[in-house]
């Protein structure tokens, strides 16, 4: 380590919550001072905090040669660490660029070719390293800027070189719609409210909750799908998104892949992401962001709805705000709700929660098939996703009052019950036994029923009753 990069880590283990409000590239740390810097890293994900306690016995140190690597080094503020994060970087890019011109210099003296990719890239870091000491560089005006176009997978919907979410509550048919689309995709078929055929092209289904024989195949093969041109993990629960390098490798292995799907999102977070904080969020989906931006292919990411009814549409994505944050378009996948068309109620409403690069787009039903084939309607429905999802919810509540009022019109016909038996005739009347035990918490809430119980084990009784 370098007297800059120990300063540097020293302030950050000091304050380890500069890590949310600086922007620091690991890359610019070698040997001793990387494994410090992951350290601090992993410690502040978990606890916030830092400990060089923790820290030395992880590097095989003592605690007091863990200090000594830090002897002499002061304490200085976040702006003086941004300068001295931009120093560092600056040096780290002066070591490559004399490595690769040394490394190119000795390939031309042997072969006497020129590697033009190769210049390139030193020409590249050149100008990077020009940018860190140019403080001009940092801003413009927008006559420098080119405008570009979007480029679309599904022009209006599904943006290329971007991430999109996939929302909605368990069981509405958001793998359903994700297959569906792998399959059009495969056969480069024109997609519901375009015209345009495309170049057939791959799609990698990551999905860890369905099962590739019984359950995903069969919906491929319904909706005529190219099977050579769907790719899938055999053991996806191995892949996370700390491993941004596998999809890299797949897609040079399959380059005409231009569409990702994880379904869904949070099984591949990692199990010591907090995804109800923002700054872990964030940490792994801006990878994923930039690696739709730097392959021009889309990613999408299954999502599911949490259940806070009363709060904007939105903010009920997933755990942190991070999620519809990255996101630039977020899809919702609900049922058909339309009281007057007694014709929807098998079909489903695909809507746009979210879309900032152009007007939300209309929402369009679809229809699943006993077959398992899925069936868009062209025409598009009058309805938004705002309207939609809180008319879902208010009949997710006015289902949840009929089986309250369910469950004491049974208690009072049935007082000497066990709990388990209560549970069995609300399953006979198709009320599912979540909707019954909410439906006893919130009477238990309101004094008006009473839970029982007694024994332990084997021996243990539980009993509901009115009060």
């Known amino acids: 380590m370098n007297e800059k990069e120990k300063a540097v880590l020293y302030v950050l283990s000091d304050n380890p919550g500069l890590l949310e409000k600086v922007s620091v590239n690991p890359k610019i740390f070698k040997g001793q001072g990387r494994d410090i810097f992951d ?175 019984s359950v995903i195949k069969p919906r491929l093969e319904a909706n005529g799908a190219d099977m050579s041109k769907i790719i899938f993990f055999k053991e996806p629960l191995k892949f996370s998104l700390d491993s941004i390098g596998i999809l890299e490798r797949e897609l040079d292995k399959n380059p005409d892949i231009r ?97 900032n690069l152009a007007r939300r787009p209309d929402t369009l039903a679809f229809k699943i098939n006993d077959n398992l084939r899925i069936d868009f309607n062209e025409k598009p429905v009058p309805i938004d996703a705002d309207t939609l999802f809180s008319r879902e919810s208010r009949e997710r509540k006015q289902k949840q009052s009929m089986t309250d009022i369910w469950l004491l019109n049974y208690l009072s016909e049935h007082p000497d019950l066990m709990s388990r038996e209560i549970v069995k005739a609300a399953r006979e009347e198709e009320i599912p036994p979540a909707s019954i035990h909410r439906s006893k918490r919130k009477l238990e809430n309101q004094g008006l029923l009473i839970s029982i119980e007694s024994g332990f084990g084997k021996e243990h009784k539980s009993y509901w009753k009115l009060k």
């Open 259 to 355: 569409n990702i799907n994880i379904d869904p999102l949070t099984v591949f977070l990692g199990t010591k992401t907090d995804y109800f904080r923002d700054p872990d969020v964030r940490l792994k989906l801006v990878p994923l962001q930039d690696l739709a931006k730097k392959r021009r292919i889309s990613i999408q990411a299954v999502v599911h709805l949490n259940k806070k009814e009363d709060a904007d549409l939105i903010t009920r994505i997933g755990g942190s705000m991070a999620f519809a944050g990255v996101a630039r378009s977020v899809l919702g996948v609900s049922y058909d709700n339309r009281e007057s068309d007694e014709d929807t109620r098998d079909s489903r409403l695909l809507s746009s929660l979210k879309l």
């Open 39 to 213: 350290e601090l890293q992993r410690q502040f994900r978990e606890s916030q905090s830092f400990s060089e306690e923790i820290a030395a016995d992880k590097l095989k140190l003592k605690i007091s040669q863990f200090h000594e690597l830090f002897d002499g080094c002061y304490r200085f503020d976040e702006s003086k660490l941004e300068f001295m994060l931009k120093e560092i970087e600056g040096e780290s890019l002066s070591k490559e660029i004399l490595l690769l011109v040394e490394k190119e210099m000795r390939s031309e003296l042997k072969t006497g070719l020129l590697d033009k990719k190769k210049n390139a890239e030193i020409e590249r870091m050149f100008k990077k390293r020009a940018d860190l000491n140019d403080g001009s560089c940092l801003s413009s005006d927008f006559n420098s800027i080119t405008k570009k176009g979007i480029d679309w997978l599904w022009s209006g919907r599904i943006p290329l070189g971007i991430l999109t979410l996939i929302a909605g509550h368990p069981g509405t048919g958001k793998s359903f719609f994700s297959t569906w689309l792998a399959a059009k995709l495969s056969r480069g078929d024109a997609l519901p409210g375009s015209k345009q055929k495309m170049e057939p092209c791959s799609t990698l289904l990551i999905a860890a909750e369905d099962d590739p024989a």
